[in-house]
């Protein structure tokens, strides 16, 4: 009878641990900085945003230039687009505003004030992609370096290559999305200075190109012609492509995409007065 005894509070032990890693984990999964991160994810999805948390010590660990100058364990949120941004939410934005801004900036800078006002006891900071540091062409972050750290997107550096096809040539990394391949943006970083988190666990990315062989053909196709879509569809996600118009309007200067603007807020307000006019018929 001793030995039941036995058997059964070792049993109710390994239930209590197995329940206490649980709790733990929870807990470790869901910080104050996973918790501000979803809040925004969850507004911003709609609009064909993705937000993911990240700290400043883990950018400034991988990024040798551009700093971020926060306190190591401020909480803060990158966010990027994908297909729907620009399919969804950018006409709708383009006939509601006469803005002379780049017309997605203008759409992005709209919705992140939007999702800073979700949290009206914070002081957030907004950082966008193409902020600069003052007299300096350094951008304020390097956005692909943040996507790293937040695992939204692999950053692949040339560096990583070990025996490199194009020897001492100046080449670009890029970022490449497990969800999305290179069909994305990253967009904005908020940044919640008065909020820290200590318990925030690093979640890497996933390396979808592990091999060096297609590292070096992810940089090649990248740097020799980032026009061809090749090296998007790198990682196939054929649901999140980008349409034609998409991909016009991204590989053309932005002096050039006027006409690509007007025809799109043209389609955009002749298809809300026809939903209008059948609207009325069916009163």
Same mark, same amino acid.
């Given at each position: 009878?001793?030995?039941?005894?036995?058997?059964?509070?070792?049993?109710v032990?390994?239930? %209590?641990?197995?329940v206490?890693?649980l709790?733990?984990?929870?807990h470790k999964?869901?910080?104050?900085?996973?918790?501000?991160?979803?809040? &925004?994810d969850?507004?911003?999805?709609?609009?064909?945003?993705?937000?993911?948390?990240?700290l400043?010590v883990?950018?400034?660990? =991988?990024?040798? &230039?551009?700093?971020?100058?926060?306190?190591?364990?401020?909480?803060?949120?990158? &966010?990027?687009?994908?297909?729907? =941004?620009?399919?969804?939410?950018?006409?709708a934005?383009?006939?509601?505003?006469?803005?002379? @801004?780049?017309?997605?900036?203008?759409?992005?800078?709209?919705?992140? #004030? *939007?999702?800073?006002?979700l949290?009206?006891? @914070?002081?957030?900071?907004?950082?966008?992609?193409?902020?600069l540091?003052?007299?300096?062409? %350094?951008?304020?972050?390097?956005?692909?370096?943040?996507?790293?750290?937040a695992?939204l997107?692999?950053?692949? *550096?040339?560096?990583?290559?070990?025996?490199?096809?194009?020897?001492?040539?100046?080449?670009?990394g890029?970022?490449?999305?497990?969800k999305?391949?290179?069909?994305?943006?990253?967009?904005a970083?908020? &940044?919640?200075?008065?909020?820290?988190?200590?318990? /925030? #666990?690093?979640?890497?990315?996933?390396?979808?190109?592990?091999?060096?062989?297609?590292?070096?053909?992810?940089?090649?196709?990248f740097?020799?012609?980032?026009?061809?879509?090749?090296?998007?569809?790198?990682?196939?996600?054929d649901?999140? *492509?980008?349409?034609?118009?998409?991909?016009?309007?991204?590989?053309?200067?932005?002096?050039?995409?006027?006409?690509?603007?007007?025809?799109?807020? *043209?389609?955009? /307000?002749?298809?809300?007065?026809? @939903?209008?006019?059948?609207?009325?018929? @069916?009163?």
């Open positions: 009878m001793n030995w039941l005894y036995v058997a059964v509070a070792f049993h032990l390994i239930a %209590l641990a197995f206490s890693l709790l733990y984990y929870n999964t869901n910080t104050v900085g996973v918790k501000i991160a979803t809040k &925004v969850s507004y911003l999805k709609q609009y064909g945003y993705d937000a993911a948390p990240f400043p883990w950018y400034n660990k =991988m990024s040798s &230039v551009v700093k971020l100058n926060y306190p190591d364990n401020t909480v803060c949120v990158v &966010v990027l687009s994908n297909r729907d =941004m620009f399919e969804k939410t950018l006409p934005h383009l006939a509601s505003t006469t803005t002379s @801004e780049d017309p997605v900036d203008s759409c992005t800078k709209y919705f992140m #004030q *939007r999702a800073r006002e949290f009206p006891d @914070e002081e957030v900071d907004i950082i966008y992609d193409y902020d540091q003052p007299n300096s062409p %350094l951008p304020l972050v390097n956005m692909q370096t943040v996507g790293h750290s695992g997107a692999y950053y692949y *550096r040339p560096e990583e290559v070990t025996e490199p096809s194009w020897g001492d040539r100046k080449m670009f890029c970022s490449i999305s497990p999305y391949g290179g069909w994305f943006g990253f967009r970083v908020l &940044v919640f200075k008065n909020v820290q988190d200590d318990e /925030i #666990q690093y979640l890497s990315p996933h390396d979808s190109l592990p091999s060096q062989e297609e590292k070096a053909k992810v940089l090649e196709l740097n020799n012609e980032w026009k061809d879509p090749a090296w998007r569809d790198v990682v196939l996600t649901d999140m *492509r980008y349409s034609d118009e998409q991909l016009e309007y991204f590989n053309k200067l932005p002096a050039e995409r006027g006409a690509i603007v007007e025809e799109m807020r *043209r389609r955009y /307000i002749e298809q809300r007065e026809e @939903e209008q006019r059948d609207e009325k018929k @069916e009163l």
